[in-house]
């Protein structure tokens, strides 16, 4: 350092290279700060041999020794190295070290340039990573190139390479046959020899690059090229060979011989490229630039003035200081190079990227005077090597799975995405078969489906089933693409691939959701619709099956709704137990279910399969440690007897399950035109019954209710009649049930209600203030809960003024097995305003003793049935006596309906019972009538 001024010395000390001085012992005296940088050691801990501090363990050995030779024999050292840092880091070193001499030529010591070439060494790894890679880009290459074997055999030749001097490897099969051809004078080749064999040596000796040599070729069709040769060393799975680089500078040497100012002009040009030759005269400031590089950029030698202003105008602005300062840094040091990277200006005012190399020559004083080099355009690699880099960032960073095989499914390469979707690390999976991914879901056909596509497509996308490396097994999302060479070879394949596992997941739930029904996992209503239909397509005879639980109700109101669902459960698995596996269930929805019954002709399998179910749906059922007991009801149709019709099926099948219910339950029952035939005389009924409605063709009657000890008309119970225009008076029985089913009752019963309770209030101002009106409620309008739809009574009786002691709510024993809770609280209600409640056609149907002191009952009423055979039926006179002892013991009033001789009144009187009603006594009649019988009765009475 003792020989520069202050300005050379901060130049080396902020130099972007690291620099350090030795004695010529070796001893290091001195590093720049980016030494210190590189090797991790301050200055102090640097000097001496403290240098080699952090050399890698696996090069320090040799690394030392070779440095000790070079020392000792005095010569240059070139050497590349890792080190090996603090944090673990392994960084990779190359060094060059000259020896400094002074004025006499006696050595002081040695100046030595290291770099941080880790980041080439790792492109050049990546590179590398394989020989079809490599041997792409030497075929795409525009340099000549010959490969070696261990013998003298010529192994490979680039297509540049025959492009350039005509011969291909039948011309020159070993590197005997090429020296006889390319260097023909005996004398010359032998100077070639000799001096290629030095090359070859050293490269054995120190395996590293050898500075090329210059030869003139002659080429097959006679002309001389001159070349730059250069040997590199490979190793592969083949052996070890030499690569051989031929590049041909012949139109440089030309450039050479323009080059007529002067012979140290000539040698510096040769130092330079063959592209973009320039010399600068710092003394004149004058700058020669070669036509080449000014026609590359567009330019005529009168556009590009021959000056330095000239060379940076052209240069983009944020690079003339790098450039400028990489100029100053080699100007003040003999072992700093000058190679810089900047982007020029074309005359079409785009920037293209080059690079310069170049030499500055100094003075005596260490003043440089003159510098030449080249400059060459490199855009193209610049933009391959943003591309390469992007594809790798890709390549790193997606989210994507890839993976990378030869032609022969070996895996080359993985990104980080496919490590963690398969748990597999890279370094377990390369150069193993892809099938470790594979799963036994995937069919033979599959895999052959697939390979077949790839062959005649080069490509495949879909969905498979691959194995992680925990052996879980994941549905993928993938594609596959061939990659060919320029033979049309396949060299490998790539495969993206997502997992959608999840997706499939989902995708199956929203299938299963939609075809099946969630609580009995059968078929839901959607789904057997289909099947039905495909079912009648396909022309095969079937029997078509609805089954409703009967007072299902019950159980979800008594127990509750999830113990209602569990018995769902158990009677869907006790249906698909009666059916085969061939037939077809559903559950079409709440308490119904479906079957189809495909391929039986014969009645009695039918009978017999639809026994079998109502058996074993009736047997009980364990639910919360209770036993609970259901029946259901089955409707029939059959395909085509009946129909072809998907529609007119499920609606046979509808009507006759409520035949079958109609019938008492339980049981099954076949659709017969008969029944269509009562549905469309029921449909016109239930049309009729609207138009009744909004037209006023109902008609209320009373018939009278007597106290049968002292005769007076007690009460009456209001009887609808519909009076029709064409068809005259319609009997409750043919148009009630069907108000039911369309729910006109609602409105109908409000209507009664209302006619009933203002006749009523008549009743009570004019002849009898202790006046009752009793009126049917259907159980539908018990069930109902659109308060909308049935005004409350209650409120109505306050709005006339009536007392609800003037009205009497018939029911039947039915409803009060049906539902509990809801008839229990109307019941409550109808109390709490003053109605009372009487309890119709007692005895006809289950029994409701318990039911009797559960239920707020008033009145009971023998059905008639029972009272018309008392006169010669010693059976019903002890059933009506018990009934009549019963109710008074339990403090209900009893009515007898359908007395119609005095002796059923006798009978009934004697045995206690209250009151009376039926023809013995008055038939229905209208209000006016009944009010003249009450105005008869009360006169009589007063008499």
């Not at 050293?202 to 030869?215: A, C, G, K, R, Y």
């Not at 109700?553 to 018995?567: A, F």
């Not at 002892?885 to 009144?905: C, D, F, N, P, Y």
């Amino acid at each position: 350092m003792n020989g520069f001024n202050e300005q050379y010395r901060q130049l080396v000390e902020h130099a972007p290279a690291g620099i350090f001085y030795t004695d010529m012992s070796g001893l290091c005296s001195y590093s720049n700060r980016a030494w210190q940088d590189i090797f991790q050691l301050s200055f102090d801990d640097a000097l001496g041999n403290g240098w080699g501090r952090h050399l890698h363990p696996d090069d320090s050995q040799w690394l030392l020794e070779q440095w000790q030779t070079s020392v000792e024999k005095q010569q240059n050292f070139h050497a590349q190295f890792r080190l090996t840092l603090p944090d673990g880091q392994v960084r990779h070193v190359q060094s060059d070290v000259n020896i400094i001499s002074n004025d006499d030529g006696l050595p002081l010591g040695y100046v030595g340039f290291v770099q941080d070439i880790s980041r080439r060494i790792d492109t050049e790894q990546q590179l590398l990573e394989s020989e079809g890679r490599a041997r792409a880009i030497i075929e795409q290459s525009r340099i000549p190139y010959a490969v070696r074997g261990d013998n003298d055999d010529i192994v490979y030749l680039n297509p540049a390479f025959s492009n350039t001097f005509g011969y291909t490897l039948l011309d020159i099969p070993t590197s005997h046959d090429w020296f006889l051809k390319a260097y023909p004078n005996e004398q010359y080749r032998q100077q070639v020899l000799s001096r290629w064999q030095n090359n070859l040596d050293m490269i054995e000796d120190t395996d590293d690059h050898i500075d090329p040599i210059e030869v003139q070729v002659c080429c097959k069709d006679g002309s001389v090229k001159t070349v730059q040769l250069a040997p590199t060393r490979l190793r592969d799975s083949q052996g070890d060979k030499y690569a051989v680089s031929l590049y041909d500078i012949t139109e440089f040497k030309k450039v050479e011989t323009s080059l007529k100012e002067s012979e140290e002009r000539f040698s510096l040009a040769v130092n330079g490229s063959s592209v973009g030759i320039w010399d600068w005269d710092l003394r004149s400031g004058k700058v020669f630039y070669a036509r080449e590089l000014k026609n590359e950029m567009g330019y005529s030698e009168e556009e590009f003035p021959n000056t330095g202003d000239a060379f940076y105008s052209h240069m983009h602005p944020q690079d003339v200081e790098g450039v400028k300062n990489a100029v100053a840094l080699h100007f003040s040091s003999d072992i700093i190079p000058y190679r810089v990277q900047y982007r020029m200006r074309h005359k079409n005012g785009v920037y293209q990227w080059y690079q310069a190399e170049g030499k500055a020559l100094k003075d005596k004083q260490g003043q440089a005077y003159r510098m030449a080099g080249s400059q060459i355009n490199i855009t193209e690699q610049m933009h391959t090597h943003d591309r390469l880099s992007l594809a790798n960032t890709v390549f790193e960073q997606s989210s994507e799975a890839i993976l990378v095989t030869d032609s022969q499914g070996k895996i080359e390469a993985v990104n980080p995405a496919f490590c963690l979707l398969t748990g597999y690390e890279q370094e377990e999976v390369l150069n193993k078969s892809f099938l470790l991914l594979n799963s036994r879901r995937n069919e033979r056909a599959l895999i052959r489906s697939i390979q077949q596509a790839l062959k005649k497509n080069n490509c495949w996308s879909g969905e498979i089933w691959s194995r992680k490396k925990s052996g879980e097994e994941f549905a993928e999302s993938i594609m596959i693409n061939a990659v060919k060479d320029d033979n049309g070879e396949t060299v490998r394949f790539i495969a993206l691939f997502t997992d959608i596992t999840d997706q499939k997941q989902t995708q199956e739930l929203i299938w299963k959701q939609a075809h099946y029904d969630n609580l009995t996992q059968l078929l839901n209503r959607h789904s057997f619709t289909q099947y039905l239909q495909q079912a009648v397509k396909s022309q095969f005879p079937f029997s078509l099956l609805f089954i409703d639980l009967d007072h299902f109700k019950q159980i979800n109101d008594t127990l509750g709704h999830k113990t209602g669902d569990e018995l769902l459960i158990q009677a869907a698995a006790r249906i698909q137990h009666c059916v085969r596996a061939s037939d077809i269930v559903a559950r079409f929805g709440g308490d119904e279910f479906t079957v189809i019954l495909t391929g039986i002709k014969n009645i009695n399998s039918i009978k017999r399969i639809s026994h079998d179910i109502i058996t074993h749906l009736a047997e009980p059922y364990k639910l919360n440690d209770e036993n609970a007991y259901i029946s259901a009801s089955i409707g029939i149709t059959q395909f085509p007897i009946d129909s072809v019709v998907v529609e007119d099926l499920y609606k046979y099948a509808d009507q006759a399950m409520y035949d079958a219910k109609r019938s008492g339950r339980n049981r099954f029952a076949f659709f017969t035109q008969k029944m269509q035939e009562n549905a469309n005389r029921q449909r016109k009924i239930g049309a009729d019954l609207r138009i009744a409605l909004e037209q006023n063709q109902f008609k209320v009657l009373y018939q009278p209710i007597i106290n049968l000890k002292t005769g007076e008309i007690y009460k009456a119970e209001a009887l609808i009649r519909w009076i029709h225009p064409q068809k005259g008076t319609i009997s409750p029985a043919d148009f009630i049930p069907i108000a039911e089913d369309t729910g006109l009752i609602i409105e109908i019963g409000d209507w009664v209600f209302k006619q009933a309770a203002m006749q009523a209030k008549i009743w009570r101002k004019n002849y009898n203030e202790h006046f009752q009106v009793s009126i049917n409620k259907s159980p539908v309008q018990f069930y109902n809960t659109n308060a909308s739809a049935e005004e409350s009574w209650s409120l109505f009786l306050e709005t006339i003024n009536l007392a609800g002691n003037g009205i009497t709510v018939e029911i039947t024993e039915g409803l009060l097995l049906d539902s509990v809770n809801v008839v229990k609280d109307k019941i409550d209600d109808y109390h709490q305003s003053g109605m009372q409640i009487s309890l119709d056609d007692f005895g006809t149907g289950y029994s409701a003793l318990s039911y009797l002191k559960k239920f707020q009952i008033d009145f009971i009423k023998i059905d008639q049935s029972f009272v018309k055979n008392i006169e010669d039926d010693a059976y019903d006179k002890i059933l009506c006596e018990t009934i009549i002892s019963m109710a008074h013991k339990l403090g209900k009033k009893v009515i007898a309906e359908g007395i119609e001789t005095e002796q059923q009144r006798q009978f009934l009187l004697d045995a206690d019972c209250d009151y009376g009603q039926g023809y013995l006594f008055s038939r229905p009649i209208s209000s006016d009538e009944l009010s003249e019988l009450l105005k008869n009765n009360n006169s009589s009475t007063a008499d």
